[in-house]
């Protein structure tokens, strides 16, 4: 089955045609990243607008770039949520007027799958049961994994995500949006040991997360040390190398936890947080020593892009999904609500 996917639930328009015999045939992505740059952050309205100028010019380049022609789409996949509902409508809309349109079916998929699923585009895919740990700009869970829309939630974030928790503190650090790549580029040259942050909720049992108090932690040691005189290069670097670490050794360590007490020794890292190379070394190291393995995407794919939301939709209408002509997407989504196939 060949399958158009579109993803929009917030600042990127992406566009993938998958097909379940042949593979990824093609992909493009428009990054909003340097419009909202200026805000410091997403602005709502501004995606939305952006999304609809986008969706066709990119639609058309994937065609191109597969050597497809339209009438030999056989679905369409779209991002219903969670996300920015100004943002998810274009997708939405679209993929709803094409597949009118074209007289083929469409079905919404949820965002949070498609990231969790992205690791399967690779050569090596995970195999089911396995231990999820999302980490992105909206979400830090864990989550056992028992097969597509088998999901049973762990633990979560009981504020910031990972993902909010870097671009928070960069931002406070004086780095641009988004964060997470700020601080990894700066925490390479970060003197280790210079500073040592809090590893959150670790000390009590159990698998919820919370990142706000270490954004806190940041802030005043950056503030300690314009009162001392010195926000150098090398000491803001030297920053975030602690906080950077702090974040990757309480995930490490609740991911060890989740692995124990499900009895399981794989584990999915995805969403944007799980581009972040000292994260993959410290649980490469861990599932070493736990005759384990870990799986994630190529980088380009564990940010927001239509590859997974193509591959997840095309698994859900391999499976006879598929929505109805109503335009519905959902802000907030528990994953847990989706139905097994
Ligand atoms: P959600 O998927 O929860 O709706 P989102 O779509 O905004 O949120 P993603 O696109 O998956 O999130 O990921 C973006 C986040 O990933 C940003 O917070 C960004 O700072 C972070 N990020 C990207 N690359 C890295 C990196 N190398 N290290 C740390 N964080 C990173
Ligand atoms: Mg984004
Ligand atoms: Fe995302």
Redesign the pocket.
């Given at each position: 089955m060949l399958v158009l996917g579109l993803e929009t639930?917030?600042d990127e328009t992406g566009v993938a045609l998958y097909d379940s015999e042949r593979g990824l045939l093609a992909d493009a992505l428009f990054s909003q990243i340097e419009q909202h740059r200026v805000f410091g952050g997403v602005v709502p309205e501004l995606a939305s607008r952006d999304h609809v100028k986008r969706m066709l010019p990119l639609i058309r380049e994937v065609l191109t770039t597969a050597g497809v022609e339209r009438t030999q789409i056989e679905a369409i996949a779209y991002t219903a949520g969670?996300?920015l509902v100004g943002a998810l409508l274009v997708g939405a809309s679209c993929s709803q007027a094409l597949a009118f349109a074209w007289g083929i079916p469409a079905v919404g998929v949820h965002?949070?799958e498609g990231?969790l699923l992205a690791p399967m585009l690779e050569e090596q895919p995970p195999a089911f049961p396995f231990v999820a740990l999302l980490v992105?700009?909206?979400?830090t869970q864990l989550v056992r994994v028992d097969g597509i829309g088998r999901y049973q939630l762990l633990g979560e974030s009981l504020d910031d995500?990972a993902?909010?928790a870097?671009?928070k503190t960069a931002k406070l650090m004086g780095l641009q949006y988004?964060?997470?790549?700020e601080?990894?580029r700066l925490a390479e040259i970060g003197t280790p040991g210079r500073f040592t942050f809090p590893r959150p909720m670790t000390d009590r049992p159990g698998l919820d997360f919370s990142f706000s108090g270490l954004k806190t932690f940041t802030l005043n040691t950056w503030l300690q040390c314009r009162e001392a005189g010195d926000q150098s290069e090398q000491t803001r670097a030297d920053v975030a190398l602690a906080f950077q670490q702090a974040v990757v050794d309480t995930l490490t360590i609740k991911c060890r936890r989740a692995l124990k007490q499900t009895g399981l020794n794989n584990l999915v890292i995805a969403?944007?947080?799980s581009?972040?190379q000292s994260l993959r070394q410290s649980l490469e190291k861990m599932l070493g020593e736990l005759k384990g393995q870990v799986f994630y995407a190529r980088p380009r794919f564990c940010?927001?892009n239509g590859a997974m939301i193509a591959y997840a939709g095309c698994q859900r209408l391999l499976a006879g999904q598929q929505d109805g002509p109503a335009i519905g997407v959902q802000a907030r989504w528990p994953m847990e609500q989706l139905p097994a196939i």
């Open positions: 639930s917030c969670p996300g965002h949070m990231h992105s700009g909206g979400h995500a993902g909010e870097f671009d988004p964060g997470g790549p601080i990894a969403g944007g947080v581009a972040n940010t927001d």
